[in-house]
């Protein structure tokens, strides 16, 4: 092997390591401990060190910076940002996981710029309510996760010639039954503040949420964060008062 191209040495007491300026590292010496056996792949390190009888080798990552968990991604939405920090090769691949689960291929592969936009909108296999996670992997093997975020259910979208009717409305909650996660429609023909409750079936309070002045029209809560099991949800405007009844699988 040539000895050139080294950026940086390490020792240990009987064992000598070089980090080459293409990412991989060189050991020779003792190796009875296996210290000079660098694993696979040998690719991608930034630093390197050594110690009596081991050695230590320092990889490079990808920083995800979004989607991150205050990321609620609604269904009819059609653009989901992606960002990340460590460009230390041309391409990448961008793939989505539920827990260990790969769930979609979004790109591969896409140019590693650090930026990228998945352009909807939503699968049909994405869950709404399920928690996700973008893996972003380069051509070195460098890679990293985002934080989870959360598909939300389609907006429901309301015709103009219904849109600001003289009428109160709770539409109800999207989908029905859901997976942790529901979006409820509500509708006020004027200004108005508005409370929207939802109870478990013993009768306590499990969700409030509270809106002040809103005007006139279709409006929706997100609903999450609950435990499967039958819940009703009820709206307050003014003298209107409605309820209708949500579902939560696992």
Same mark, same amino acid.
């Given at each position: 092997m040539p000895n050139e191209g080294f950026v940086a040495v390490a020792a240990g007491d009987n064992h000598s390591l070089g980090l080459k300026a293409d990412g991989s590292i060189v050991a020779w010496g003792y190796n009875g401990y296996g210290q000079c056996n660098v694993p696979a792949p040998?690719?991608?390190?930034? #630093?390197? $060190?050594?110690?009596? #009888?081991?050695?230590?080798?320092?990889? #490079?990552?990808?920083? @995800?910076?979004?989607? +991150?968990?205050?990321?609620?991604?609604?269904?009819?939405?059609? +653009?989901? !940002? @992606?960002?990340?920090?460590g460009v230390y090769s041309d391409g990448v691949s961008i793939v989505l996981y539920d827990g260990a689960v790969l769930v979609d291929t979004? #790109?591969? !592969?896409?140019?590693?710029?650090?930026?990228?936009?998945?352009?909807? !909108?939503?699968?049909? $296999?994405?869950?709404?309510?399920?928690?996700?996670?973008?893996?972003?992997? +380069? +051509?070195?093997?460098?890679?990293g996760w985002s934080d989870q975020f959360t598909v939300a259910p389609p907006v429901p979208i309301v015709d103009d010639e219904s849109a600001g009717t003289n009428n109160y409305a709770l539409h109800g909650a999207v989908p029905n039954p859901s997976c942790e996660m529901a979006l409820v429609a509500f509708e006020i023909p004027e200004t108005e503040d508005v409370c929207i409750t939802v109870y478990d079936i013993s009768g306590r309070v499990v969700t409030e949420l509270m809106y002040s002045a809103l005007t006139a029209g279709v409006h929706e809560a997100v609903i999450s964060d609950l435990r499967a099991g039958l819940y009703v949800v009820r709206m307050q405007a003014g003298d209107f008062i409605d309820s209708g009844r949500m579902i939560i699988v696992r």
């Open positions: 040998n690719e991608g390190f930034v #630093a390197v $060190s050594g110690g009596a #009888a081991h050695s230590l080798g320092l990889h #490079a990552y990808l920083h @995800v910076i979004e989607p +991150d968990s205050s990321t609620i991604w609604m269904q009819n939405e059609t +653009d989901l !940002p @992606v960002s990340w920090t979004l #790109a591969a !592969p896409a140019p590693n710029t650090g930026s990228w936009v998945f352009s909807g !909108p939503v699968p049909v $296999s994405w869950v709404p309510g399920v928690e996700y996670m973008i893996y972003i992997e +380069d +051509d070195l093997g460098h890679s």
